[in-house]
């Protein structure tokens, strides 16, 4: 969003004002000591200790002393609680003389657990944090831990064997983003979509208005597997001669021109020929000018689903050695119409995946070993006949027939290990000239097969935000979802473990212009997330059933998408955002099971769509909770940086403020609201700060930070 002007003004003649800082704690986590027991904990300690040892101290008056002897211990003791929402017990400590070794129990119900030793041994008179994971006590995720011991495991270097701890507490589980962690730049084929010729009503305004509500950028044409039977110029399939298709490539060229959209073509690979497709990029772009850029040859190719009429000797349907051959003669046809265009290969990963027969093999040179899968064979065969495709095409559905809304909630997972599978096999079969052929994916969904009630339910919104956001962190440049419009389908799974409460399953993201699935919305949310341009970051999250992605968008402003993928409870976790402060007013827009809800009652679009509001809470450490089922996404606008003055000689003085802030410099030498401008002399950079020297005015002079 954008910011709004912000200044922030000084006069030369200020004196500098000190402030004082506070102590505390980050929220979220529980403080068992700091400079006392905190938070109802008692001392049940059986050591030789005082709580109001002066010194040494890491923080605040006082520390814990503990003068004691083998196997004694400090012991915080509490009324049961439940340990869910922390991840980790830690504490400062300091050895004094040193060598002492300390280990740790926890407790449920007053019964110890499982002993945990900590590692090394303290060295003299240093601060360290100690940082014990509950899982390593027993303790992780339970509903009656009571209390906690710090043991005397080694005697030190001393007859006392006195130390020290302090700052005692529980961490809290939660996200941490570090705007700092790049992973790579947004790509707007991300925000994709399939179309079909058999989508009705398809080049009407709803259509347009939907695509451009959801923030849709990138569109494929013709559909699925119906690409290798569909001829573009007469609008039929192979073999049927009776029936036009209600979406005719030019009613797709109406739609994607008009949303200016970035647009994959699917060649007839199948049943066609490579006449036809030059034709194709001929009418599309020469006579059109309509500029489509990427050419993929058929549709997932390696599966006997289908058609392929590539069987005249020596050639083979279904079969890698048959389909390169083949592609180095539509490559070289389409490009001859339009040299411009991008033309690309499917693949799967797995060097062993669809091997449909044993005819050609693949050796590989890093491994010394032999292959027949279709990936391998394919990129081998393209290396010996010197064709190099622009790009290479996967399609992934994690489930078929058979539905789990918790294994779908953790197959998104799937993206990092995929790219990486194919740029191995990329460099082991095509060798150092398949450095530039991109990674993209042309079709994502759940279930491949017939669909049921996880496809139109909730589950699968979340799953898209997810599967889109784990593809952002990986080299795929594209991903277009299966798909915009398809229809009601009632044969799919339909088990009552699934959640959900429509009676129907259905691929697509809208039934109609009213009728809007979970899908929709989560793509129309990820619009907001992040934008051709601004950059990935890689945040990490203590919870399997939350997952946090996060962006730094090109107007300074940083995003953080969470996932609650718990279908019952509200996680409450601590936000940590390293290298980034917020302002305290942060914009969230959520979705979820309130909207879902809205949709079953029949209520207005406006209850179902996403929900936009403010966050008043928002600061370098925070908590928030995430309600079940849930997509939250908070857009942070950075805090306007401090402009700052020192004297640095009785007759200069330097003004100063951050590097990094996308401000300007301006000065007034009056405070008349029309007299302000860009700073003209010299500006310095030390350290990541700017400094500008001056010397006394002839009269005032005022300073301040503008960002328009």
């Not at 790049?182 to 707007?188: E, F, G, I, N, Q």
């Not at 049943?271 to 000018?289: I, L, P, R, S």
């Not at 996060?550 to 279908?567: E, Q, R, S, Y």
């Not at 100063?656 to 003209?680: E, K, R």
Request: with cysteine; charged share 10%.
């Amino acid at each position: 969003m954008p910011m709004r002007t912000r200044f922030h003004t000084i006069f030369i003649a200020l004196t500098l004002l000190f402030g004082s800082g506070l102590r505390g704690t980050a929220q979220g986590s529980l403080d068992i000591y700091t400079d006392g027991l905190d938070n109802g904990f008692q001392d049940w300690s059986y050591a030789t200790h005082s709580l109001t040892n002066t010194s040494p101290v890491h923080s605040g008056r006082y520390s814990i002393s503990v003068n004691t002897v083998y196997w004694n211990a400090i012991s915080f003791h509490q009324t049961n609680f439940d340990s869910t929402p922390y991840k980790s017990f830690t504490f400062w400590v300091n050895g004094g003389a040193g060598g002492q070794s300390l280990g740790m129990y926890a407790y449920l119900n007053d019964v110890y657990q499982q002993y945990y030793q900590i590692p090394g041994v303290l060295p003299p008179n240093t601060w360290q944090q100690i940082v014990v994971p509950l899982s390593a006590l027993g303790a992780a995720n339970q509903t009656n831990v009571s209390r906690f011991d710090i043991k005397l495991a080694q005697v030190g270097n001393s007859t006392s064997n006195e130390f020290y701890v302090d700052d005692v507490q529980l961490v809290a589980k939660g996200v941490t983003v570090d705007a700092t962690q790049t992973v790579r730049l947004a790509d707007a084929r991300w925000f994709g979509v399939n179309t079909a010729i058999w989508e009705y009503g398809f080049d009407s305004p709803d259509t347009l208005s939907l695509l451009n509500e959801m923030g849709c950028r990138t569109l494929r044409f013709p559909g699925g597997s119906f690409s290798d039977e569909y001829h573009w110029e007469s609008n039929y399939i192979e073999g049927a001669s009776f029936e036009a298709w209600p979406t005719a490539f030019t009613n797709f060229m109406d739609i994607a021109t008009n949303l200016g959209a970035n647009v994959f073509i699917t060649a007839n690979y199948g049943t066609g020929t490579t006449n036809e497709a030059a034709d194709w990029v001929n009418f599309a772009n020469n006579v059109n000018q309509c500029s489509f850029k990427y050419w993929e040859i058929g549709n997932e190719c390696y599966g006997t689903w289908e058609a392929d009429n590539n069987t005249n000797a020596p050639y083979l349907p279904n079969d890698p050695w048959t389909y390169a051959m083949r592609f180095q003669d539509y490559y070289n046809a389409m490009k001859a119409a339009d040299p411009t265009i991008k033309v690309g290969i499917v693949v799967v990963p797995g060097e062993d995946t669809y091997v449909n027969n044993l005819s050609h093999s693949a050796y590989n040179p890093r491994t010394g070993t032999t292959h027949y899968g279709w990936t391998p064979v394919l990129l081998s065969t393209l290396a010996s006949l010197g064709v190099t495709p622009d790009f290479a095409v996967h399609h992934f559905y994690p489930e078929y027939q058979m539905d789990s809304d918790p294994v779908l909630l953790q197959a998104a997972t799937n993206w990092a290990g995929d790219a990486a599978n194919l740029r191995q096999q990329i460099s082991d079969y095509f060798g150092p000239g398949g450095t530039n052929i991109e990674l993209l994916c042309t079709e994502n969904n759940a279930d491949s097969g017939p669909q049921g009630r996880q496809s139109t339910s909730l589950v699968n919104g979340l799953y898209l935000a997810d599967s889109l956001s784990q593809i952002m962190k990986t080299e795929f440049n594209s991903y277009l979802w299966w798909i915009f419009e398809n229809g009601q389908d009632t044969t799919g799974d339909f088990d009552s473990s699934l959640y959900g409460w429509r009676t129907y399953g259905d691929f697509g993201l809208v039934l109609n212009a009213s009728t809007r699935y979970p899908t929709f919305y989560a793509m129309k949310l990820m619009q907001y997330f992040a934008q051709s341009g601004d950059t990935i970051l890689n945040p990490a999250s203590d919870d399997q059933l939350l997952a946090a992605y996060a962006a730094n968008k090109t107007n300074g402003a940083l995003t953080l998408l969470v996932i609650n993928k718990d279908p019952t409870n509200t996680l409450t976790r601590q936000i940590t955002l390293n290298g980034f402060v917020p302002s305290p007013i942060a914009t969230v827009r959520s979705y979820g099971i309130p909207q879902d809800d809205a949709a079953q009652t029949g209520s207005p679009l406006a209850a179902q769509d996403i929900a936009t509001g403010t966050f008043t809470g928002a600061a370098p450490t925070f908590s928030y909770a995430f309600p079940p089922y849930s997509l939250t996404l908070f857009t942070f606008t950075p805090e306007p940086p401090s402009l700052g003055i020192v004297l640095s000689t009785t007759n200069t003085a330097v003004v100063f403020w951050p590097t990094n802030a996308a401000y300007t410099l301006q000065t007034n030498a009056n405070l008349s609201t029309t007299n302000w401008g860009d700073y003209g002399g010299t500006i310095n950079t030390v350290n990541g700060t700017n400094r500008v020297t001056i010397t006394p005015p002839t009269g005032n002079l005022f300073f301040r930070l503008s960002n328009p």
